[in-house]
């Protein structure tokens, strides 16, 4: 293949393996810078054979290939991400492994569909001739294109872009290319199954604690439940058996009919320690006799007149 003669191509195909092989030797810096040098000259070879006069910087050109459907929204959005890493890079002096890997990858992808734009282009044809359909096989970013010549072609997201991947002339990175697939798969699925040992590490110990505290609930219940039971046969029979004995302690009461003298002996000749006045009650002890009565008066036993006593 014949890109602008065998040394444009070969300038780009040495610009990819430049930005491989200073990202092994861990030049990031470099390596990003490189990748967009390699970019700025393959959008240059484009513009010229597309016949588009050269803007002022990279993001004009890019802007007008993009805009004239020399190149697809894809390709216009992984040209300007290669640009923008190159860009902090230089002036920033970014030394990132993962926007180097980035703008490599990249890179190498779309250097196979620059090599299908370039030949269209330098045949006079345009890889994107129709507008975009909604939900058709021929928008920008994926299906099917046709070329001006009416033959369908895939877009670089398709499976001929695979195919040229495979087979392509880029055969110096191919092996590398391949390599760096395989490796990113093993890395994913090791990612994959990390993450799921590591989300069962996690669930393991919440579960455990979900049914504690189910057990919890379950036998709290229960216990509150034997807490607010009403009284027990035995306790119900020994208030109703104390009630009974207060009932049965509780006598007649006795008042008194007059004034009454209270006297320490059964005798009126006794002397008188006090004296209750009619319709008071008093605090029946016992019978003495037919004539005296034993009460209690201020907290002692004495003796009152029984015949000045009633009970109700």
């Known amino acids: 293949m014949a890109l602008g003669g065998n040394s444009s191509w070969d300038k780009i195909q040495q610009g990819v393996k430049d930005t491989e092989r200073l990202i092994v030797q861990r030049e990031y810096n470099a390596s990003m810078i490189k990748a967009r040098q390699t970019l700025e000259f ?3 070879n484009l513009a010229d054979q597309a016949g ?3 803007e002022s910087d990279l993001k004009g050109m890019i802007d007008v290939l993009y805009e004239n459907r020399w190149i697809s929204k894809a390709t216009c959005e992984h040209y300007h991400k290669i640009r923008m890493i190159g860009n902090k890079a230089a002036h920033e002096g970014d030394a990132n492994a993962y926007s180097a890997n980035q703008a ?14 370039y030949r269209n282009a330098k045949k006079g044809r345009k890889p994107l001739t129709r507008p975009a359909v909604p939900g058709s096989s021929q928008n920008r970013t994926g299906g099917t294109r046709e070329n001006g010549a009416g033959a369908p072609q895939r877009s670089r997201t398709g499976s001929n872009y695979s195919g040229n991947r495979a087979g392509g002339s880029y055969g110096a990175n191919r092996g590398s290319g391949s390599a760096a ?3 990113r798969k093993r ?3 090791q990612s994959s ?3 799921l040992y590591t989300l069962l590490k996690l669930l393991v110990p919440v579960l455990c604690i979900v049914l504690l505290i189910l057990v919890v609930k379950l036998a709290k219940p229960g216990s509150e439940t034997k807490e607010t039971e009403g009284p027990t046969a035995v306790e119900t029979m020994e208030s109703t058996e104390a009630a009974e004995q207060e009932t049965e302690s509780t006598g007649p009461v006795y008042r008194t009919t007059d004034v009454l003298n209270v006297r320490p002996e059964p005798s009126t000749s006794s ?4 004296q209750l006045n009619a319709g008071v009650t008093v605090e ?3 019978a003495h006799d037919s004539d005296w009565a034993v009460i209690l008066y201020n907290g002692q036993e004495a003796y009152v007149a029984s015949q000045y006593l009633t009970t109700e």
């Open 52 to 54: 588009i006069m050269d």
């Open 181 to 183: 697939a395989r490796s």
């Open 193 to 195: 199954s990390f993450s």
């Open 42 to 44: 393959m959008v240059k």
């Open 104 to 117: 490599y990858h990249m890179l190498s992808q779309e250097v196979y569909t620059f090599a299908d734009d």
């Open 187 to 189: 890395s994913g699925s």
């Open 284 to 286: 029946y002890v016992r």
């Open 271 to 274: 002397e008188r320690i006090g």
